[in-house]
């Protein structure tokens, strides 16, 4: 059982590639998306027990993952092994500190490493959903009720997509409606509408097709400037959305907290925001109400719960960023269901091999929910048949 040590003996990343068929390809700002990548990671102990986890460093198609599967492999995987794999979050705030996290724990404050953004925190992020989905098996209870319990056997999700045109996007969020019951969809609107006028016709055009009771979700992927995004906001003022995502770059905190206090529009942000100092920092800007933690981004499960806290603390709400395969996508749905804050899923209806092909469960919305995993662990059988026949790289450490 969990009360003793069970040492780490593996961990193995892979740079997967799953190629997106045509049909279900979509074109957006990041786009023609044709495939879809992650790196992948399998945390074996030495009992034979092992973890799945993820990290994410760019949506869909948009980068490679050479450099973050390398990462794992060649740096973070030598410094995990032989330590205690039924600890997930004392290791990711070792794996934080680096080669000062002894100084961290006996002092009870952060002494990062100079990488403290970005990939280094991506890695810990899969290493991180890897232990708990180990510790979930070892015990044989799922996530969810490691941290606490869930508040309900399922959450509503939205519908996410919505790229058509103006012509075209009605159509296309009132077919999310009636296959998943959904109520709530999100569209994307950006640079590639050519125009913020022709960015708003998209979305009064949607809002038209859908009706006044279907909440519409509006994600900008940070395109606009402070005056863009005010223009737009005037443009849709009688759209009611739900949210508007990512108005500006995520290095414009303070843009965001302006476009806040003009708009009535609730803003969502934080999917490439890291650990919950980034959160804090966004909270205390005043610049957001709705916070998209990534799990395979922010640091993982022990991040996300944090982050969740700070939510909390502020009277804010937390929707995960769910854009991932499965152990990124179902480490959000445990959090979310396991804090008084989340309230919400995303639910992918672009092409997204690695959440329905990439494991044996399925996921699917019905009557506009989404149902919590109840299987230990994260609650995923990896098909590492398939996983195996998308690999792209993933050399194991020099000498290992
Ligand atoms: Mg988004």
């Not at 997930?88 to 009870?108: M, Q």
């Not at 869930?150 to 296309?172: F, H, M, N, Q, V």
């Not at 960023?321 to 480490?331: E, M």
Request: with cysteine.
């Amino acid at each position: 059982m969990g009360n003793r040590p069970l040492p780490i003996a593996n961990l193995q990343a892979w740079w997967v590639h799953v190629p997106i068929p045509e049909r279900q390809q979509h074109f957006g700002d990041f786009g023609q998306v044709s495939s879809f990548d992650s790196t992948i990671v399998r945390v074996t102990a030495e009992n034979g027990v092992v973890g799945w986890g993820e990290a994410k460093n760019a949506p869909g198609s948009a980068g490679t993952y050479a450099a973050l599967t390398a990462l794992l492999n060649q740096e973070i995987a030598p410094k995990l092994i032989g330590k205690n794999a039924l600890a997930p979050s004392v290791l990711a705030d070792e794996l934080y500190s680096g080669v000062r996290a002894h100084f961290a724990s006996a002092r009870g404050f952060v002494f990062p490493e100079m990488s403290r953004r970005g990939m280094s925190v991506a890695a810990i992020s899969a290493v991180d959903i890897a232990l708990w989905d180990l510790l979930g098996k070892t015990l044989d209870a799922p996530v969810w009720q490691l941290l606490g319990g869930r508040r309900a056997e399922r959450l509503p999700a939205y519908g996410s997509g919505g790229w058509a045109s103006a012509a075209d996007i009605g159509p296309e969020l009132r077919d999310y409606v009636d296959r998943g019951k959904f109520g709530a969809v999100k569209m994307r609107i950006g640079p590639m509408d050519g125009s913020m006028q022709e960015s708003a016709r998209r979305v009064i055009a949607a809002r038209e097709a859908i009706g006044p009771d279907v909440e519409l979700l509006v994600d900008a992927h940070g395109a606009f400037t402070l005056a863009e995004a005010k223009r737009f906001c005037h443009l849709v003022r009688d759209c009611d959305l739900g949210w508007l995502e990512e108005p500006l770059s995520g290095d414009d905190k303070p843009g965001m907290a302006r476009l806040r206090e003009f708009t009535h529009v609730p803003i969502a942000a934080g999917e490439s925001e890291y650990t919950r100092f980034d959160f804090r920092d966004m909270i205390d800007a005043g610049a957001v109400d709705v916070l998209q933690p990534d799990l395979a981004v922010c640091g993982g499960i022990t991040e996300g719960m944090r982050i969740a806290a700070l939510a909390s603390a502020h009277n804010l709400r937390m929707a995960p960023h769910l854009w991932s395969g499965a152990p990124g996508f179902t480490a959000g749905m445990h959090i979310a269901a396991a804090s008084n804050c989340g309230y919400i899923l995303e639910y992918s209806l672009g092409g997204h091999p690695m959440l329905h092909d990439l494991v044996e469960e399925e996921f699917v919305a019905r009557d506009g929910y989404l149902d919590i995993p109840d299987r230990p662990g994260l609650g995923i059988t990896i098909r590492e048949d398939y996983l195996q026949a998308h690999v792209v790289s993933g050399e194991p450490a020099v000498g290992r």
